[in-house]
């Protein structure tokens, strides 16, 4: 069975920083696509950070210059770090991976809590 398994939220002042990881298992084929999205009360899911195989990252506008997504592809894992976190940043963070075959998944999510 596919799992993702995210760590790393928490609550965390203005200003500050955390580093999520997600840590794929039980697939027989690589994830080619990796993401993290993010849902705040009352929105709908959003993309905010991506990247695919060989290294090519997208960002949406709001977290440009502050987040970064990367990946270890021999350990299966993928980061998210978030500096300067801001309020409007709270919301629960997801992982989701695509594999070659075109399956997706997600994990289950982690709070982020970024307090005034």
């Known amino acids: 069975q596919v799992q993702l398994a995210e760590s790393g939220g928490g609550l965390v002042q203005a200003g500050g920083s955390l580093r999520l990881s997600c840590a794929a298992s039980?697939?027989?084929?690589?994830?080619?696509?990796m993401a993290w999205y993010r849902q705040a009360p009352g929105k709908q899911r959003e993309l905010v950070a991506r990247i695919i195989g060989g290294g090519s990252t997208y960002y949406v506008d709001s977290v440009k210059g502050r987040f970064t997504i990367s990946r270890n592809n021999a350990k299966n894992t993928v980061y998210l770090q978030m500096n300067s976190l801001r309020p409007e940043d709270t919301a629960v963070y997801y992982c989701?991976?695509?594999?070659?075959?075109?399956?997706?998944?997600w994990g289950q999510g982690t709070q982020v809590t970024v307090s005034a």
């Open positions: 039980g697939s027989d084929f690589s994830f080619n696509i």
């Open positions: 989701y991976g695509v594999v070659i075959t075109r399956n997706e998944y």
